[in-house]
């Protein structure tokens, strides 16, 4: 049983559907004797209302459904037209079965949209063929779907849950005021502000996950909040957050920090606006004040490192220095993506382009890189729409070439019973087997002992349907299944005579749906995103070693810059790939119980290695070559940590890894104090220990392959592309 807020969302949904549903249904039937219009006033809003999980307020649901209603009607008239042949109906069956499954990719709300707008179409497309009641059937869809918006907006409306940016605003202030030592957090309790930015603790309709600017800007917003969390969370732990703040304030032998007190105000100060900016709606400020305020730190700081020895600041006065400008280029980061997420226009090009190449992107642009980007077998949304699509089609070839009896049952069950996972489709069938035979048995015994009194079954169809949609939620699939047997056949009953087989043909029809999806299931990623969200994260982790290689090399050249800056595109889209099968993974039940790897850790890190790639050529581009021997023991330490990257590419993939890849021992950087030469030494050592860290916490499973797995070849085990948009993000 659910608790208070969720009884109160459901009943409310079944109040308003079944109102929208019975206003329809009663005036078709027996006021202007329309089965057609009656059975489409119908299902319209049970297919909209109760069987698509449109998510937000009553207001963003209407708004969706009206949205929809176009759609709808398109997809009727195409059932209407394509129902003259089975094979017909079939292909259409999978490319409308593939595109709306596929729609997922355009956020929650178009994602809970396409299961009701599935059924338009497959109601439409079986026999008989009578193209001649295509405008019966759309007035009767319209009826039904304004009938149900007018329920949303006007009947126990639910109320709009907390926005994202009311979420970023106070994760941004926790962080403002850890940065300023006025809360004391534990890391932990900085962690956990940070994760309860994540999406899947966010309300559906207020996930930023949409292709446009502003989705965009939010989400980047809420990664960068994370990761600075993070950054806090670990700098607390070492205790050098306590030591900057004092090293600021004036503590210590040596006094106030010329180039702590320059900075570390302002990035307070900009974490203050960017909180105001959320909480108020309005665009945050220009990103040119924290570029200003981080050259003149980095100039400041080259200037006290090339001053006379006995002013030279101190190893732990610089190490200090670096994990500031480490914070300071994350809240750089948020104050470009809140200010994007706030606005959503076009702007001129922002640097670094590959991270902000969505901010001056034309809208038909965006749209293209999501969608190409997702056209992969990568793509667990792809996996999804392909699964869904094959089944539908399977489903309506068996329906059509036995005649089956209410064949949209069958195309019915599929849709309502796939999931992600064969083991999760077989749980559900099993309990929906169960709940239609008591059903069945419940119906049959009301057809036969209400007969053919019509008046009879009028009076029972709206209560029942208010039981079965309310109580169906609360007592489980096999509950709702046996309940919506009897409203079915409470329903059909009215329009036109029926007998108990009524009840035996859905019976058929379920338990064949359900065994097409099973075996849909089991043929195609039976695993669901358990093995697939280990191949994101190995092809990520993979893109990750070169970004590293490729940085260290640019910034120890000579002279320095004369390597070219390794490219990151790749590799961010590897990470939208893998965010994308972390998020359905973490979405399937049991899957602590599956793959107990720190997922999250791999993301976090990964993103903050595109940061250092980023980040540190652009404000860390030494004047002058670095020492030969401090070059040298950096590129050193980066093909070290490569080869971890690899290796954990390799753990991941389920392959024998091809080298320990032991890093030597970071140490002090050698020679004269260059920021640039402590920058990179603080990237690299943040990078050992959470990779270390991600290692220590890997399953014995995966860390030790199973005897007989081939060891992997050199320049072998990096993939390719991982699709259309390897060169972007999606």
Aim: glycine share 10%; aromatic share 6%.
């Amino acid at each position: 049983m659910r608790g208070g807020p969720e009884w109160n969302r459901i009943l409310h949904r079944s109040v308003r559907v079944t109102l929208a549903a019975s206003v329809g249904f009663y005036t078709f039937v027996y006021g202007l004797d329309e089965p057609v219009l009656a059975l489409y006033a119908l299902f319209a809003p049970i297919s909209l209302g109760l069987l698509s999980p449109i998510p937000g307020s009553g207001r963003q649901r209407a708004e969706v459904m009206l949205k929809a209603l176009p759609v709808g009607l398109g997809l009727v008239t195409l059932g209407t037209v394509l129902a003259v042949h089975t094979w017909a109906a079939v292909l259409g069956m999978f490319v409308v079965g593939f595109l709306l499954a596929f729609a997922a990719i355009a956020g929650p709300r178009p994602a809970g949209a396409a299961p009701g707008l599935q059924l338009f179409y497959i109601l439409a497309c079986f026999p008989p063929y009578e193209p001649e009641t295509l405008g019966l059937r759309l007035a009767g869809l319209i009826f039904g779907v304004v009938a149900l918006v007018l329920g949303e907006l006007f009947v126990l409306p639910h109320p709009p849950d907390p926005s994202y940016r009311v979420t970023l605003a106070q994760a941004l202030a926790t962080a403002r005021d850890t940065i300023a030592g006025s809360n004391g957090l534990s890391p932990k309790e900085l962690r956990e502000a940070g994760a309860r930015l994540r999406l899947s603790g966010i309300a559906p309709a207020q996930r930023p996950a949409g292709p446009g600017r502003a989705a965009r800007g939010q989400a980047q917003a809420g990664s960068a909040a994370r990761r600075l969390l993070e950054q806090l969370a670990h700098l607390t732990e070492i205790g050098e957050l306590r030591d900057l703040v004092r090293g600021r304030a004036g503590s210590g032998p040596r006094g106030t920090d010329s180039a702590l007190g320059s900075l570390l105000p302002r990035v307070v100060s900009l974490l203050d606006a960017t909180v105001t900016a959320l909480h108020t709606g309005r665009t945050a400020p220009g990103p040119q004040r924290t570029d200003d305020a981080i050259d003149e730190f980095q100039r400041m700081r080259t200037r006290q490192a090339a001053g006379p020895v006995d002013e030279v600041p101190p190893a732990d006065v610089l190490r200090r220095q670096a994990a500031l400008l480490a914070v300071a280029e994350s809240v750089r980061a948020l104050e470009i993506s809140v200010r994007v997420g706030l606005d959503g226009r076009r702007t001129a090009p922002i640097e670094p382009r590959e991270l902000f190449w969505y901010t001056h992107a034309a809208t038909p642009q965006l749209w293209l890189r999501r969608i190409t980007g997702n056209m992969t077998l990568r793509s667990v949304q792809f996996h999804n729409a392909l699964r869904i699509a094959i089944a539908l089609a399977a489903a309506r070839l068996v329906a059509g070439s036995l005649d089956l009896t209410h064949g949209f049952w069958v195309l019915l069950a599929v849709l309502t019973l796939s999931r992600t996972s064969v083991i999760e489709t077989w749980s559900a069938i099993r309990q929906v087997v169960i709940g239609n035979l008591v059903g069945a048995v419940a119906a049959g015994a009301l057809l036969i002992g209400l007969g053919r009194h019509t008046e009879a079954y009028a009076a029972i169809l709206a209560p029942a349907m208010l039981i079965a949609f309310a109580l169906g939620p609360l007592l489980g699939i096999a509950w709702a299944q046996g309940l919506f047997t009897l409203v079915v056949a409470t329903a059909f009953a009215q329009i036109a005579p029926a007998s108990w087989r009524l009840a035996e043909a859905r019976i058929v029809d379920v338990v064949t749906g359900s065994a097409i999806g099973l075996l849909c299931g089991m043929l195609a990623w039976p695993a669901g995103a358990r093995a697939e969200v280990r191949r994101t994260m190995a092809g990520l982790l993979r893109e990750c070693g070169p970004l590293i290689r490729g940085t260290v090399a640019m910034l120890g050249a000579v002279p320095p810059g004369s390597v070219p800056a390794p490219p990151t595109l790749p590799a961010l889209h590897r990470l939208r790939l893998a965010e994308s099968a972390y998020a359905q993974f973490r979405s399937e039940p049991g899957s602590d119980a599956h793959v107990r790897a720190d997922w999250h850790a791999v993301l976090i890190t990964s993103h903050h290695i595109l940061l250092g790639a980023q980040w540190l050529p652009r404000f860390d581009l030494p004047a002058t070559a670095l020492p030969p021997g401090a070059a040298d023991r950096a590129q050193a330490r980066a093909r070290a940590l490569a080869q971890t990257t690899d290796r954990l590419a390799d753990l991941c993939g389920g392959r024998r890894p091809r080298t320990s890849g032991t890093a030597p021992p970071p140490g002090e950087p050698a020679g004269p104090p260059m920021p640039a030469l402590v920058d990179l030494d603080m990237w690299l050592r943040s990078l050992t220990a959470q990779l270390t860290r991600i290692e220590a916490e890997l399953p014995e499973a995966i860390r030790r392959p199973p005897r007989g797995t081939p060891v992997a070849e050199t320049g072998s085990s990096r993939p390719g592309p991982a699709g259309p948009d390897a060169r972007g993000t999606p």
